[in-house]
């Protein structure tokens, strides 16, 4: 007894006839009909009535029909599960954020959600470091990446605002121009060179040269911290700022196409063999980031 046979003969009952079966699996009618034949002579049962015009189930055919139906999806989903098993992904993710990382955390528990068995580290990290030498997978970063021993693919654009504290502008004044802002503290960074940042370029043909201000650091999120706490303006990602904008905790200044533009990449060794997980990250961020810029 073959279970194809029992898919077979679920296939007449359901489509009513021998010649409608055969169509819907591609099989001479000839073959169905002895299949069925040689079914019923191995179960000394006659499973289908027919007629010129119909075929039925028979009593005994119904119950066999039940009952089988049931163990053919049993086998399916054991078979499914099995396969599952096989290819469900697992293992060790390392990934390399930068200290502002936490609008990304919920891409992160997303995708656990759908790989339960892979384990995520998550190395806070703001300067350039070796990704073999530290065994990272993995990094996200921000700006052009010029390593050609590493591959890049692009995640996002994302978009900066300029933002200061209701404190602090009540205290110091609100800028009307960029020129204003060289009579105000400006919050900066230093990036993974160890470059203090001197200028900001909102567009080819407009920045602002020479700011200046008493706080500086290589952690964005430090610098979202000072400004709402009155320190000062800030450039920040809009996708760390805009709830405080919106909730009134940091006010968005100058014109609205005062506004810097950066790349995300998702940077990765190139190796000969990457592990499907890894893989299957790099293609959810990226998908999960261009929805999130469309949306």
């Given at each position: 007894m073959n279970i194809n046979d029992f898919q077979i003969f679920h296939s007449v009952v359901e489509s009513g006839g021998f010649t409608a079966a055969a169509k819907s699996l591609d099989l001479p009618t000839a073959t169905v009909s002895r299949k069925?034949?040689?079914?019923e002579k191995e179960?000394?049962?006659t499973l289908l009535t027919r007629s010129t015009r119909s075929v039925t189930p028979s009593k005994a055919g119904l119950i066999f029909y039940r009952r089988t139906k049931l163990i053919c999806a049993d086998l399916d989903n054991t078979l499914e599960e099995m396969h599952y098993n096989q290819t469900a992904l697992e293992g060790e993710i390392r990934v390399q954020l930068l200290p502002a990382a936490k609008?990304?955390?919920p891409y992160f528990h997303q995708f656990q959600l759908m790989h339960p068995d892979i384990l995520l580290d998550l190395v806070i990290e703001s300067q350039n470091i070796c990704l073999i030498k530290h065994g990272i997978d993995l990094a996200i970063k921000v700006g052009e990446q010029q390593d050609s021993n590493l591959k890049c693919r692009k995640a996002r654009t994302i978009v900066t605002e300029l933002v200061a504290s209701p404190e602090y502008l009540q205290s110091y004044g609100t800028p009307s121009c960029l020129e204003d802002l060289n009579e105000h503290n400006c919050l900066r960074f230093r990036d993974s060179n160890n470059v203090v940042e001197s200028t900001w370029t909102f567009s080819k043909d407009e920045k602002l040269n020479?700011?200046?201000g008493n706080f500086i650091s290589n952690d964005i999120s430090?610098?979202?911290?000072?400004s709402l706490l009155g320190q000062g303006?800030?450039?920040l990602p809009r996708v760390l700022c805009k709830d405080d904008i919106?909730?009134?905790n940091?006010?968005?200044l100058l014109s609205t196409n005062k506004k810097m533009h950066y790349d995300i990449w998702l940077i990765y060794p190139t190796v000969k063999y990457q592990s499907n997980a890894v893989k299957a990250l790099i293609d959810f961020l990226a998908d999960s980031a261009q929805k999130a810029t469309t949306s």
């Open positions: 069925i034949i040689l079914l179960l000394s049962l609008p990304l955390i020479g700011i200046k430090l610098i979202h911290q000072a303006v800030a450039l919106i909730s009134g940091l006010i968005s």
